[in-house]
């Protein structure tokens, strides 16, 4: 199966290309639509959750090898979990199939980035996390395997070589001697020394050269096996080394995405052991040069696991379900035991020292806008432990507007505003927040239902969100601009709170 993720901005012009292909069907949707027409309407719902997202739009086509093919229900199955895999958890759909081209089955999965919470599904190296949701779909709907772009230039293994590592649980010569290349390469920026790495490995290398000295090929040898560098692979080749060397040189440590992904992924399943604790496995990484950095909340529960290589960095999730904190533990058996390990791992990552340059900052108590979200900032901040370290008065947030305000009446800014209470109560962790005589505003959240009630004088609900379904008569003026003014207020208080933290970095 062969996958490709296209972003844009136009939900209409695509759904038309889409559902006028000759032979096109719809075969999975949670929408009530029959048309492009009332199909871009219905997504406008969610684009109005989010209207100055740059690319709305997410279109996604999956392609079955010549001569395969899934029956509806199938096809079906595989779109669940391919959007499952991918975040597409409470997003409007439309899958498509086509059969227009013999020989050709595919289908175009049309999808709002933006949840029906307002919160937006993360693009970052969607591409790559999507090649890995493929290879499960192919082994779980047997299809036929197709490598991922990082991989289509080894040479690929014989059906002798695939039951030969089943059965040994060893890679092969060849498997090996990829690895090792790839991790050597990226350590090193000349011929020389990546020789002499791969000979420290336990590779031997031999480079023909022509009359004039010039080198034209390489041959490897490892564990009594010898070959060519093109039998290994197109990318072992001696021009591609060459390329592929330069490419480094001239980057430093800056890999292309495919490389930065492949490299951490072989550190990874270099260094991981069976049964070693976190703290030993993050040590690990670092003497390999990968850090990996674990997130805690303030209440000390883990957020999760990130690596980092020269200047990229990439969360664990994305990498692979393997490499994410709970993939860790689970797949490779990597042991964590929070009374043994955190305050470790809390002193390697010197977060302990942080922690208590952050508590001997001010806390604001006054001077604050009297808002909802003024409050809900400070919650949000009392919760990370982050301090603020001086009052943002009012009239710094009113020449300030929020940059994120669309410009539309009534239903846009009703939206907007149920958004942004999604949007902070999901970082609470509540579902509900507000109390009379000490809060401005009331947010009662129960499944897709919301409900925002003013507390002020004569209590009464200004916003009230049942499904697909807004209420907001009572919404005024001067509520969206208090949420407005008191969203900027916490976008500046996060911002300095940034900033006071490199500082102490």
Known sequence: MIGKIIKGSGFQ????????????????????????????????L???LRPKLGHTVCHIILSLSPDEHLNDVSWQKAIAQYLKEMGFTNNQYIAVKHTDQENHEHIHLVTSRVKMDGSVVSDSWDWIRSQDVIRK???????????????????????????????T???????QLADRIDLAITNTTALPDFIEQLNREGIEVKVDRDRKGKPKGIAYKFDGVSMAGSSVGKAYSL????????????????????DFVSHISLVIREQVKAGMTMPQFVEQLRQSGVDAHVKYTRNKKVK??????????????????EFSWGGLQKHLQVSYDPVRDMPIILEMQGANSKATSQESLPQVSEGLPDSLFAELALELERLRSLRLPNPIQPENVIENKLSITPEHEGMDKAHL??????????????????????NSYSIQRSGDALTVESLRGDRQIILQVKGQEIEFANLSEF????????????????QQSIDSQAKIG
């Open 304 to 321: 999760g696991i990130s690596y980092s290589f020269g200047d990229n960095s990439i969360q664990g999730n994305e990498l692979g379900k």
């Open 13 to 44: 012009g695509c759904l038309c290309y889409v559902m006028g292909k000759t032979g096109a069907a719809v075969i999975d949707t949670n929408m009530d639509g029959n048309n492009p027409y009332s199909l871009a309407t219905e997504f406008s």
């Open 46 to 48: 969610s684009w109005q």
């Open 137 to 167: 779909l192919e082994k779980d709907f047997e299809l036929e395997s197709v490598p991922s772009s990082w991989e289509s230039d080894r040479q690929e293994q014989t059906k002798n070589q695939i039951e030969n590592e089943k059965q």
């Open 169 to 175: 649980g060893k890679s092969t010569v060849k498997r």
């Open 417 to 438: 505003v149920a958004a942004l209470c999604h949007q902070l109560l999901n970082e609470l962790g509540a579902d509900n927040f507000g109390e009379t005589g000490k």
């Open 239 to 258: 021009p591609r080394i060459l390329k592929r060397l330069d490419n480094v040189s001239e980057r430093g440590i800056q890999l292309s995405t495919s």
């Open 479 to 494: 509520d969206i601009q208090q949420f407005e003014q008191a969203w900027q207020y916490r976008s500046q208080a996060q």
